[in-house]
């Protein structure tokens, strides 16, 4: 069974920062993608950062220049590093990964169950 646990999300004002992460966990696994994703109330859920398997970064226009996302591949880790917090971050922050598990013998997507960030104006 592979599980992504994410930590780190909370209350911040403003202008603040916190940090996301997001541990993958099962045996046998293998990573290629991992991603940030966030849903505000009444939105959809958009994508906010991905890390690709081959080491490239996407980023949301909205973002670019105050997050960034890193990987510790030997932890099976992803970071979210988010700087310069503005009300309109506020949401429940999802982590997103493409997974090789040896006992499906192929990839599928999973979800971590979500942890919200609030920022205050």
């Known amino acids: 069974q592979v599980l992504l646990v994410e930590s780190g999300g909370g209350l911040v004002q403003a202008g603040g920062s916190l940090r996301l992460s997001c541990a993958a966990s099962?045996?046998?696994?293998?990573?290629?993608?991992m991603a940030w994703y966030r849903q505000a109330p009444g939105k959809q859920r958009e994508l906010v950062a991905e890390?690709?398997?081959?080491?490239?970064?996407t980023y949301a226009d909205s973002v670019k220049g105050r997050f960034t996302i890193s990987r510790d591949r030997t932890k099976k880790t992803v970071y979210l590093q988010m700087n310069s917090l503005k009300a309109e971050d506020t949401a429940v922050y999802y982590c997103?990964?493409?997974?090789?598990?040896?006992?499906?013998?192929?990839?599928?997507?999973?979800w971590g169950q979500g942890t919200q960030v609030t920022v205050s104006s």
């Open positions: 997103n990964a493409e997974v090789w598990s040896s006992a499906t013998m192929r990839y599928d997507d999973y």
């Open positions: 099962g045996s046998s696994i293998a990573i290629t993608d």
């Open positions: 890390s690709a398997g081959g080491g490239s970064t």
